[in-house]
């Protein structure tokens, strides 16, 4: 039986059950620990999505990290090109650091370049990307995308920290926009 939801004006179809999300977590936790357990990074959170994915892994790490946090969001100029503006800058001395970045979904990879480029500049020794979902057919850089929970079509999705319009990200499923 499909499952669908209402978000505003748009209807969303069940895609992707809690507990195959649960396990893609536990993957990447395991995956993290083998790799930082030695050298641990910053964990650096991107607001708001990526904080329900950050909850969930962060309970599994293995290891001892600084966490904090920053909120980029794309600025709509009047070009259709898209800028990225800062709306809550790092706090963190990055300075030959690790970093590791989690990040709710990877879609063209703007906001995961932008990133790099700000710890690239305030000089992090190593910048590593760990995403709950990423859409390879979407994806336009050559950046490695180091831990990945789930790949998904270039598709709409809302839920576990994924909005709508501000509405869904408390969803445990993952939703896709259903398109009649
Ligand atoms: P980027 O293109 O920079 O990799 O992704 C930009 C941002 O677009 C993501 O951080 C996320 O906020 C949003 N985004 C991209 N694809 C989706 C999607 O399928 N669902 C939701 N809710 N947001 C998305």
Avoid at 148 to 167: N, Q, S, W
Wanted: hydrophobic content about 40%; proline content about 3%; some cysteine.
């Amino acid at each position: 039986m499909t499952e669908t939801i209402q978000l505003h004006d748009k209807k969303f179809v069940k895609f992707i059950p809690s507990s195959q999300i649960d396990e893609a977590i536990t993957e990447v936790a395991q995956q993290l620990n083998r790799d930082y357990q030695d050298d641990p990074p910053l964990i650096l959170v991107t607001l708001n999505g990526a904080i329900v994915f950050a909850a969930d892994l962060l309970k599994q790490l293995q290891f001892s990290s600084v966490l904090s946090c920053i909120k980029l969001s794309s600025y709509q100029g009047t070009s259709s090109t898209n800028v990225m503006k800062t709306l809550i800058g790092l706090n963190e001395d990055v300075k030959d650091k690790r970093v590791l970045i989690i990040e709710d979904i990877v879609d063209t990879g703007k906001t995961y370049e932008t990133l790099v480029e700000l710890l690239s500049e305030k000089g992090a020794k190593e910048i590593r990307i760990a995403t709950l979902t990423m859409k390879p057919d979407a994806y336009k850089l050559d950046l490695p995308v180091h831990y990945v929970g789930i790949t998904i079509p270039d598709k709409f999705v809302v839920g576990r920290g994924l909005d709508y319009e501000g509405l869904g990200r408390n969803l445990n499923d993952i939703y896709q926009l259903y398109t009649e």
